[in-house]
């Protein structure tokens, strides 16, 4: 579908200069636990991590105004070891629209520890796709391509790959880059919930499963629902019984976290109306196993 459009819009626009912004991104910043002289500082930042975003052509694809990628990006400062230095966490939501209807789903529900950077307002922030600028800006190009890469596998089965494999660049290069001191373990296996192992996860062949659900459960699933929910519910069972296949193989990624934390409300409510008792007992049953945290929300699927 975004395919077709994007050819249409080509053609209408004229081919060269017709790609538009793939993000529409919001971003917060705040103090957490930390105190800073200049507090304009801080909607400086804020001001120029979404024009980051927001203002760079990030693929070669041609994305409508109404088809950017929805993200909000909250950053909370938890300490400033010295003059432009700062230590945050970080939490990203990214939302895809269900065809044919106004409903937002969660697309990525991420969370990031080790949000560290360096900032002064007068640098503007930079980014070269095979080269370290500094932290910011490569964090933040990390997410703008994991969060295209997750879009687009939700619409084409492992149609995110060659985003997924930028974002790679960009941890590899920012991991050995010796320009700055701005060493970061996000970006090496340090900690085994980080960016390191959340790409890792994607990209591993052994869980594969993780990428052709989520085809599975966005583009035969949760688009068709309106029409079709006896077969969308068909589909987005499928697409979580792979899941649990390849949580067998490696239990409890960081990715499984990120998908169970996007989706456990809107599984719940996609099946607690449906009158397939067999199929809720079993759908209960696999969630038991691979997402227990969220377990007394499955549960009222069955009421």
Same mark, same amino acid.
């Given at each position: 579908?975004?395919?077709?459009?994007?050819?249409?819009? &080509?053609?209408?626009?004229?081919?060269? +200069?017709?790609?538009?912004?793939?993000?529409?991104?919001?971003?917060?910043?705040?103090?957490? !636990?930390?105190?800073? @002289?200049?507090?304009?500082?801080?909607?400086? &930042?804020?001001?120029?991590?979404?024009?980051?975003?927001?203002?760079?052509?990030?693929?070669?694809?041609?994305?409508?105004?109404?088809?950017?990628?929805?993200?909000?990006?909250?950053?909370?400062?938890?300490?400033?070891?010295?003059?432009?230095?700062?230590?945050?966490?970080?939490?990203?939501?990214?939302? #895809?629209?269900?065809?044919?209807?106004?409903?937002?789903?969660?697309?990525?529900?991420?969370?990031?520890?080790?949000?560290?950077?360096?900032?002064?307002?007068?640098?503007?922030?930079?980014?070269?796709?095979?080269?370290?600028?500094?932290?910011?800006?490569?964090?933040?190009?990390?997410?703008?391509?994991?969060?295209?890469?997750? *879009?687009?596998?939700?619409?084409? #089965?492992? +149609?995110?790959?060659?985003?997924?494999?930028?974002? #790679?660049?960009?941890?590899?290069?920012?991991?050995?880059?010796?320009?700055?001191?701005?060493?970061?373990?996000?970006?090496?296996?340090? /900690?085994?919930?980080?960016?390191?192992?959340?790409?890792? !996860?994607?990209?591993?062949?052994?869980?594969?499963?993780? #990428? @052709?659900?989520?085809?599975?459960?966005?583009?035969?699933?949760?688009?068709?629902?309106?029409?079709?929910?006896?077969?969308?519910?068909? /589909?987005?069972?499928?697409?979580?019984?792979?899941?649990?296949?390849?949580?067998?193989?490696?239990? !409890?990624?960081?990715?499984?976290?990120?998908?169970? *934390?996007?989706?456990?409300?809107?599984?719940?409510?996609?099946?607690?109306?449906?009158? *397939?008792?067999?199929?809720?007992?079993?759908?209960?049953?696999?969630?038991?196993?691979?997402?227990?945290?969220?377990?007394?929300?499955?549960?009222?699927? !069955?009421?």
């Amino acid at each position: 579908m975004r395919k077709l459009i994007a050819l249409l819009a &080509l053609l209408l626009l004229g081919g060269v +200069g017709a790609q538009a912004q793939e993000l529409n991104a919001q971003v917060a910043v705040t103090l957490e !636990n930390a105190t800073i @002289t200049d507090p304009a500082l801080v909607q400086q &930042l804020q001001k120029d991590m979404t024009a980051f975003l927001n203002t760079r052509t990030w693929t070669k694809q041609t994305y409508r105004p109404e088809e950017r990628i929805k993200l909000r990006m909250f950053v909370g400062i938890t300490a400033i070891p010295q003059n432009g230095s700062y230590q945050a966490t970080m939490r990203l939501i990214a939302t #895809r629209p269900v065809y044919g209807t106004s409903y937002e789903t969660n697309l990525l529900n991420i969370n990031d520890r080790s949000f560290n950077f360096t900032y002064t307002p007068q640098t503007p922030l930079d980014f070269a796709a095979n080269n370290f600028v500094n932290n910011l800006s490569s964090i933040l190009a990390f997410y703008a391509y994991l969060v295209i890469g997750s *879009d687009q596998d939700s619409f084409a #089965r492992l +149609g995110g790959s060659i985003y997924y494999d930028q974002a #790679r660049v960009i941890m590899q290069y920012s991991a050995s880059q010796t320009t700055t001191n701005e060493s970061d373990p996000g970006w090496t296996d340090a /900690s085994p919930r980080n960016r390191y192992w959340l790409l890792n !996860n994607l990209t591993d062949p052994q869980l594969e499963a993780f #990428r @052709t659900g989520l085809y599975a459960y966005y583009r035969q699933g949760m688009d068709i629902f309106i029409e079709k929910p006896k077969e969308a519910r068909t /589909s987005i069972m499928a697409a979580l019984t792979g899941i649990q296949k390849a949580n067998a193989v490696r239990p !409890n990624t960081l990715f499984l976290r990120a998908f169970f *934390d996007a989706k456990a409300d809107e599984i719940t409510n996609v099946f607690r109306t449906s009158t *397939d008792i067999e199929q809720k007992q079993q759908l209960v049953a696999l969630l038991t196993d691979v997402d227990p945290g969220n377990l007394a929300k499955y549960q009222t699927i !069955n009421r």
